[in-house]
Structures are given as structure tokens and as C-alpha cells.
């Protein structure tokens, strides 16, 4: 149980196109949604923390007229680059939680690589 | 803010070896602490996962302890094989999950 799916899991794109991936939860109701990212050799950065019906919300230094997550549903949250440019090539992650407002077990997805041309 | 630290960063250990890896972090109001393995291009698979509450758990030839008052925690590789070699990552949860730097580990035959 408490699988965790992305799509797609790898893109290329030309630079000032956008982006759309996908973060599903498919046997669980996921409450809370996180979106990472991760630059080569490097540690996972969190983005974006959602929670169902809500506005996400972003950590600091993150752009969210560029990185627009939509949670409008219990198995699925979005992430779309838009206008995407050479630095946003990396690897995004989501994961999700059965909970919202607690510290819980977040499921990860397989991630989704990006490559802006 | 809390800041989680991984040493070494990398490791290159013959098969058969037992290992260490070390986490720290700097704030000790921490809810749990995983360890993930990270596999080249891949998402992340969940290892073991130690509540505040709690100093060890064990999985097979994993062991991870938590000592939360000195902001450390360390996993233990038994006897490591070939199969084990991917990065580490170790992570804290508060409001969310915080990752450490990472240890790349390879073990060759």
C-alpha cells in the first residue's frame, strides 16, 4: 500500500514552454502533498507543501507566479513550471501524507526529470 | 533553522565491510528521522524510520539510532554487498521533512 505515482518521468522541453507533472496517490487519500527538488549530486530541497483544497504553500526563495501546484483533489497535486528556462533542468519529487497539519509519513513518488533545452 | 549535515559525503568500502554513516542536525525539536536510500535518477525508498520517542530500529542488516539531545544519529550497514551501493540521505521531520547532504555509498566485489 501507500504508493505514490508521478507523470511523466522524464520531459524535455524548449526553454519558454511550460511544464505540467503529475503526483498521484493510488490506494490512499493524501491529505498533504510536498514537492522537492533536486539538483544533480545534491540533496532534495522542499518547494511546496499542499494540502487538499487549499493554497500551497512555498518555501522561501521559491517562485510561485513560476512554480503553480494545484491539490484539487485527495490523489492528485501538479506542479507547472511555466515559462520554463535551462536552470529549471532537475529533478522533481512529490510525496504525499495522509494528514495535514502533523508531522506524518510522507510516501514518495519516482520522480519526474526535467530538461529545459 | 535547522540545518542536517551528513559525513562522509562519500565511501568506498570492498563487500563485507560493516558501515557507519553519520547524520547531525542542529536543532533537537525534531519529531522522527528517517533514512532513505536514493538508487542513481530514482525517487527515494524509505528505510527506517525513528520516532523521537524512540533511540534504535532495526531492519535486516540496517540499524539506525537517535540520540535526539546531542542531534545525531547514525545507520548501520552489516556486512555490507555490491546491492548497497546507492546515496543515503537522512532526513528530520518537524512541520516537514528536512534532508541531509547525502553520503554516496559504493561497495565493490
Known amino acids: 500500500g501507500a504508493v505514490v505515482s508521478q507523470h511523466p518521468s522524464w520531459v524535455i522541453c524548449k526553454s519558454g514552454t511550460s511544464v505540467k507533472i503529475e503526483c498521484r496517490s493510488l490506494?490512499?487519500?493524501?491529505?498533504?502533498m510536498f514537492w522537492y527538488r533536486q539538483f544533480p549530486k545534491q540533496s532534495l530541497m522542499l518547494m511546496a507543501t499542499?494540502?487538499?483544497?487549499?493554497?500551497?504553500?512555498?518555501e522561501q526563495g521559491v517562485e510561485k507566479d513560476k512554480f503553480l501546484i494545484n491539490h484539487a483533489s485527495l490523489t492528485l497535486s501538479t506542479l507547472t513550471v511555466t515559462s520554463a528556462h535551462p536552470e529549471d533542468s532537475s529533478f522533481y519529487i512529490c510525496?504525499?501524507?495522509?494528514?495535514?497539519?502533523?508531522?506524518?509519513?510522507?510516501?514518495f513518488g519516482p520522480g519526474t526529470r526535467l530538461t529545459v533545452l | 533553522k535547522q540545518e542536517v549535515t551528513q559525513i562522509p559525503a562519500a565511501l568506498s568500502v570492498p563487500e563485507g565491510e560493516n558501515l557507519v554513516l553519520n547524520c547531525s542536525f542542529t536543532?533537537?525539536?525534531?519529531?522522527?528521522l528517517q533514512w532513505f536510500r536514493q538508487d542513481p535518477g530514482k525517487g527515494l525508498t524509505s528505510l527506517l524510520l525513528i520516532q523521537s520517542s524512540q533511540r534504535e530500529q532495526t531492519s535486516g542488516r540496517l540499524n539506525a539510532s537517535l540520540d535526539k539531545s546531542s542531534g545525531r544519529s547514525t545507520l548501520y550497514i552489516a556486512a555490507s554487498q555490491p546491492g548497497d551501493s546507492a546515496t543515503y540521505l537522512c532526513?528530520?521531520?518537524?512541520?516537514?521533512?528536512?534532508f541531509g547532504t547525502g553520503t554516496r555509498l559504493q561497495v565493490f566485489p
Open positions: 536543532d533537537s525539536a525534531i519529531y522522527n
Open positions: 532526513a528530520v521531520g518537524t512541520d516537514k521533512l528536512i
Open positions: 510525496s504525499a501524507g495522509r494528514l495535514a497539519g502533523v508531522p506524518d509519513t510522507q510516501y
Open positions: 490506494d490512499f487519500q493524501a491529505t498533504t
Open positions: 499542499s494540502n487538499e483544497g487549499s493554497k500551497a504553500t512555498y
